[in-house]
C-alpha cells in the first residue's frame, strides 16, 4: 500500500508496474481501476485490488 501510494500522481496501471511481474491488467479483473489513481481509490477498492495481486501472486483462483 505504501508503495503504491508513494508514486502519486501515477496511474495504478503504472504504479504497479514495479510490484507486478506482468501488466497490472492480467494482475487485477476491474482494469478500470488502473486508469484511476491511487488516492482515488475507496477503502473497498483498496481491499479488492490487494486481493486480487495476492491471488494473482499466489496463483489462487477466486472461488476455492
Known sequence: VRA???KRR????NAL???VDVDPAA???NTS????????L???ECVELSNALYEHAHGEIRGR
Open 4 to 6: 503504491v501510494f508513494g
Open 10 to 13: 501515477k496511474t495504478l496501471r
Open 17 to 19: 508496474r514495479y510490484f
Open 27 to 29: 494482475a487485477v479483473p
Open 33 to 40: 481501476m488502473l486508469q484511476r489513481r491511487p488516492e482515488d
Open 42 to 44: 475507496t477503502i473497498e
